[in-house]
Every structure is written in C-alpha cells, then in structure tokens.
C-alpha cells in the first residue's frame, strides 16, 4: 500500500520508528516534509514564515503528487490547525485517499480530531502496531478493528480505546533515518536517539501526565545498552555524525543502566554527547562517568525557584536546595549546561525570578531557554484556565510564546544574555527601560548565534543555523 507521511518543523523520532516497522512489513512509504522556516518557536516571524514556506494547498498538492493511498499526519497542539488544513485540502481534491492522524494532540483528543468529516482515522496510543495492522487491513480490504485505531462509521464514531504500549522496546526495529538524511541531510550531524520511552516523574505542565493518565501504569521503559550500541555502531558507519544527542525526556536515571551503558558507549562508540537530567539525579559520580565518557552537554530543568508553586503547582517535589546542589555539582564538572525555565507560572513573584536570575549568574550555564507556562490538553494544569481558554487551545489556537508585556520581562531578557554578558552589566541593566524592549531578535537569537559562533552553543541548537542555511542554499540556488 503506498503511505505518504506529511511531516514538518524539525526530525520527528516517532515518525521513523513508524516508518521503520511499515517498510519492514512491506509497505511503500514516502515522506513530504515542511521545512516550517520562521515559525519554529525560536526564528519566528509572520511576514517570512508566510515567504519561505508553502500554503496548506500546495503542501497538499506535493503529497497528491506521490499518489498516496494513506497520508498519516503526526500532529502536537501547536502544529493540529495547520496539519488539519493540508489534510483539508488533500481530501478536497482526492476523496479516496484515507486520512490518519497520530501524535499527542489526537491521542489526547481523538473525538474531537475525528469530528472533521476529512479525517479518517486517528491512532490514539503509541502507533507501532496499530497504525501497521491498520495499513494491513486496509491493503487487505479486512475491516477494521484495531485496538487504539479509532474510526467512523456510519458518521458515528468507534472508540476501540488506547493502544498497547511497547513493554519490551528492543522488539522495534531501529528509527529509520532514511526517511529524513535523503531531503534533509544537516539532521545526521547531530545523531539523535532515544534509549527509553516514559519518565518516571509526573510534572502537571507535561505530556507524560496526559499519557500516564490515559495509561494508567506508566513509566520508564528503556532499551537495553547492547541494543541502543548496536544503533549507534551502524549510524557511525552510515551517517558519520559529529555527535549523540539522546532525546529522552530523562536521560540520567536508573544508575545500574547508565553505568553498564556508559562503559559500552565509551569502548565502541566513543562520541561526543548530549542529554537531559532531573535536578534531584544527579551525583559526583555520575557527573564523572558522563564525563568520561564524552558527555558535553546537559539539559536541566529549573522551571522555578518558587518552591511552594513548583510542587502545588508543578507537582515538582525537588527542593530548592537539591536544585543549588544540582546546578554546584554541574558548575564543578566541567560539562557545559543549559537550564530550562518557565515564565508566567500563576503565583511566581518577581522577587522569585530575581532570585532565579542571581542563581543562574552564579551558575552560568551555557544557556537558559525560557518558555511561557503553555495549557497543553488533559495536563494537570486545566483547572487554572478557564472553559473559553480550554476550547481554545483544543483546536490549536495557542497563546504566542512571546512574552509581551511581562512585568519580568527585562529579567527573561536577562537569561537570554547571561552567557554573552559579565555579571556586573547584567546586574546593571536590571530593571533599566532599555532592557524590557520585546525583541526576540536581540534578546533571544543574537545570543544564540553567538553561542554558536563560540562554539557553546548544545548540540540540538547548532542545527538551526545549518537548517536555516538550506533556505539559503535554496534560494541561491533559484
Ligand atoms: S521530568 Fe521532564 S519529562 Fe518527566 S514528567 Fe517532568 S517535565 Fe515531563
């Protein structure tokens, strides 16, 4: 059966894994991707993402184009609306072709996905297996009955609940790659992987507190080391690429797996690396195996210095010390870190952010990503929205990330120039009307650009600049 996968942003892992188990099984598949440019959640900007990027219509016009008999879409709530027009389109101009979405936002909102008459189906669930029984049944003209396959009939929709979860995740086969090295050939410089699936913790802000919920039981499942080696051998052969970054959610957990997995990372594939921790797991000696091993960079999330908020609101537990200790143990490893922090959480003072900013001069990080605290669907976050906001953000329709008007927005302005500042300017403009300017262009992407220039910035940020010198390769080329 011909499968056509419309993706777009940036690589998407969960695509390739889909991708892998459907050639494995015999199907033809063809991705059309987006490049999404200026309308990433970093290089945003209106005027040019409307210049450099193609409508919902011509995106749909690409996907006829290969003649699909299946086009699956892989939707988060900030991509949903502009997924759902391209699907509108599609089906417009070929009624035949069956629609399928997956991804978080259908999975957590498959009823509301499937009200759109041009949606077939919606995979609700982890897709391995379902979304390849479905292609199976469909190739086979069997009906359908699949678990976490919902569908219509008769204008009435089937609810075949949630699909299995993959306990043991060494029987999927390796994320297909191919699907993204041959159209998008920079994402193979930086070799992205997953070791497990799930996180152990539950943060209300977080797509795990959805999917627990929907679970039930729900935690981390990790591959085995020998099996996460046995990719990284081939993609060293494959792709050669300058470094690792595993993608996890939560990377530094479980100390038995790391210690056993670190040791066969170092002797057979020994590559510069990324990944992610939690403030309360991090120790001496982990900092010290990570660093042997060729760790370089981490990613930590801080999100507030308010303790009160963080656990009631959050459902963080870590104190604010365990964060102090966290931050000291990383300053004094010598592996570079950026911290991850979140803004207009309600209950946060400005003397709370004032204090984060103090904490992170005395840190200094490689980098502090500030994001505004999002309303995601089924978070533990809904009961501090109201109904016209929900309804809003359950079709799409999300609050801009940009912080306007924050009566803090010269200290976030602050976090984006700490690692390009000395302390005493940075304590200086504190507060100063020069410094609460709205420009994600100074605050945000110089500072980056320089990181990069300087070589400090992670490894998943230097492919922005290598992405975005595609758009001009392009346009040269024209
Ligand atoms: S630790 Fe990270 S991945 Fe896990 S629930 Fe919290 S925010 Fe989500």
Same mark, same amino acid.
């Given at each position: 059966?011909k499968?056509?996968f419309? +993706?777009?942003g940036?690589?998407? @892992?969960?695509?390739?894994y889909i991708?892998a188990i459907?050639?494995k099984?015999g199907h033809e598949?063809s991705?059309?991707?987006?490049?999404d440019?200026?309308? #990433?959640g970093i290089? *945003?900007?209106?005027?040019l993402?409307?210049?450099?990027?193609m409508?919902?219509?011509?995106?749909a016009e690409r996907?006829?184009?290969?003649s699909?008999e299946?086009v699956l879409f892989?939707?988060?709530? *900030? %991509?949903?609306?502009? *997924?759902?027009?391209v699907?509108?389109?599609v089906?417009r101009m070929?009624?035949?072709?069956?629609?399928?979405f997956?991804?978080?936002h259908?999975?957590?909102?498959p009823?509301?996905v499937l009200n &759109?008459s041009?949606?077939?189906?919606?995979?609700?669930?982890?897709?391995?297996k379902?979304?390849s029984?479905?292609?199976?049944s469909?190739?086979?003209g069997i009906?359908?009955?699949?678990k976490?396959i919902w569908y219509?009939?008769?204008?009435k929709?089937?609810n075949t609940?949630?699909?299995?979860?993959?306990e043991?995740?060494?029987?999927?086969?390796?994320?297909?790659k191919g699907?993204?090295?041959?159209?998008?050939?920079?994402f193979?410089?930086?070799?992205? =992987? =997953? %070791?497990g699936?799930g996180?152990?913790?539950?943060?209300?802000?977080c797509a795990h507190?959805?999917?627990?919920?929907?679970?039930?039981k729900?935690?981390?499942r990790?591959r085995?080391? /020998?099996n996460?080696?046995?990719? +990284?051998?081939?993609a060293k052969k494959?792709?050669?690429?300058?470094a690792?970054?595993?993608?996890d *959610?939560l990377?530094?957990? #479980?100390?038995?797996?790391?210690?056993?997995f670190?040791q066969?990372? !170092?002797?057979k594939i020994?590559?510069p690396f990324?990944c992610?921790?939690?403030p309360?797991? +991090?120790s001496?000696? =982990?900092?010290n195996? +990570?660093?042997?091993?060729?760790?370089r960079?981490?990613?930590i999330g801080?999100q507030t210095?308010?303790?009160k908020?963080?656990k009631k609101?959050l459902? !963080?537990k870590?104190?604010n010390?365990?964060?102090f200790?966290?931050?000291?143990?990383?300053k004094?490893?010598g592996?570079?870190?950026?911290?991850?922090? =979140?803004? $207009?959480i309600p209950g946060?003072l400005? $003397?709370?952010?004032?204090k984060?900013?103090?904490?992170y001069?005395?840190?200094?990080?490689?980098?502090?990503?500030?994001v505004? @605290?999002t309303? &995601?669907?089924n978070t533990?976050?809904?009961y501090l929205? #109201?109904e016209k906001e929900?309804?809003?953000?359950? $079709?799409?329709?999300l609050?801009?990330?940009?912080?306007i008007? $924050?009566?803090n927005?010269d200290?976030?302005n602050?976090?984006? @120039?700490i690692?390009i500042?000395? /302390?005493?300017i940075i304590?200086?403009?504190?507060? /100063?009307?020069?410094?609460?300017?709205?420009?994600? &262009?100074i605050?945000?992407?110089?500072?980056s650009?320089l990181?990069?220039? %300087?070589?400090?910035?992670s490894y998943?940020?230097?492919?922005?600049?290598? &992405?975005y010198?595609?758009l001009v390769?392009?346009?040269?080329?024209?």
């Amino acid at each position: 059966m011909k499968v056509v996968f419309f +993706l777009r942003g940036f690589e998407n @892992l969960g695509a390739e894994y889909i991708s892998a188990i459907l050639k494995k099984n015999g199907h033809e598949l063809s991705i059309v991707f987006s490049e999404d440019f200026f309308d #990433d959640g970093i290089f *945003d900007n209106f005027y040019l993402k409307n210049c450099f990027n193609m409508n919902a219509k011509q995106n749909a016009e690409r996907i006829l184009n290969d003649s699909p008999e299946i086009v699956l879409f892989s939707s988060m709530t *900030d %991509t949903i609306r502009k *997924d759902l027009a391209v699907a509108f389109w599609v089906k417009r101009m070929n009624n035949n072709i069956n629609i399928l979405f997956g991804g978080i936002h259908p999975t957590l909102l498959p009823e509301r996905v499937l009200n &759109y008459s041009f949606v077939d189906f919606v995979c609700v669930g982890e897709g391995e297996k379902s979304v390849s029984k479905l292609i199976y049944s469909l190739s086979k003209g069997i009906p359908i009955n699949i678990k976490g396959i919902w569908y219509k009939q008769n204008g009435k929709i089937i609810n075949t609940g949630v699909s299995d979860i993959v306990e043991n995740l060494d029987e999927i086969p390796f994320a297909d790659k191919g699907i993204f090295s041959e159209i998008v050939p920079e994402f193979m410089h930086y070799y992205r =992987i =997953i %070791t497990g699936r799930g996180c152990p913790y539950n943060c209300a802000f977080c797509a795990h507190f959805s999917l627990r919920k929907l679970y039930g039981k729900y935690g981390l499942r990790r591959r085995s080391p /020998k099996n996460v080696i046995a990719e +990284l051998k081939l993609a060293k052969k494959k792709f050669n690429p300058k470094a690792v970054i595993f993608e996890d *959610d939560l990377f530094l957990y #479980d100390e038995e797996w790391l210690i056993k997995f670190l040791q066969e990372y !170092r002797e057979k594939i020994s590559l510069p690396f990324q990944c992610t921790a939690y403030p309360s797991c +991090l120790s001496e000696n =982990i900092l010290n195996m +990570l660093k042997n091993s060729g760790c370089r960079f981490i990613e930590i999330g801080v999100q507030t210095l308010n303790e009160k908020v963080r656990k009631k609101i959050l459902n !963080r537990k870590e104190t604010n010390h365990e964060i102090f200790t966290s931050l000291k143990l990383l300053k004094n490893s010598g592996i570079k870190f950026n911290i991850f922090h =979140i803004t $207009d959480i309600p209950g946060v003072l400005r $003397d709370d952010e004032k204090k984060a900013l103090e904490l992170y001069l005395w840190a200094k990080p490689s980098a502090i990503h500030y994001v505004r @605290l999002t309303y &995601y669907p089924n978070t533990g976050m809904r009961y501090l929205i #109201d109904e016209k906001e929900y309804v809003n953000i359950c $079709d799409g329709r999300l609050k801009s990330y940009e912080i306007i008007g $924050d009566e803090n927005i010269d200290i976030y302005n602050l976090f984006g @120039l700490i690692c390009i500042l000395p /302390k005493k300017i940075i304590r200086f403009l504190l507060g /100063k009307k020069l410094i609460r300017l709205n420009s994600n &262009y100074i605050f945000k992407i110089f500072p980056s650009t320089l990181c990069f220039l %300087t070589g400090r910035a992670s490894y998943s940020m230097r492919i922005y600049p290598l &992405y975005y010198l595609r758009l001009v390769k392009k346009l040269f080329l024209k």
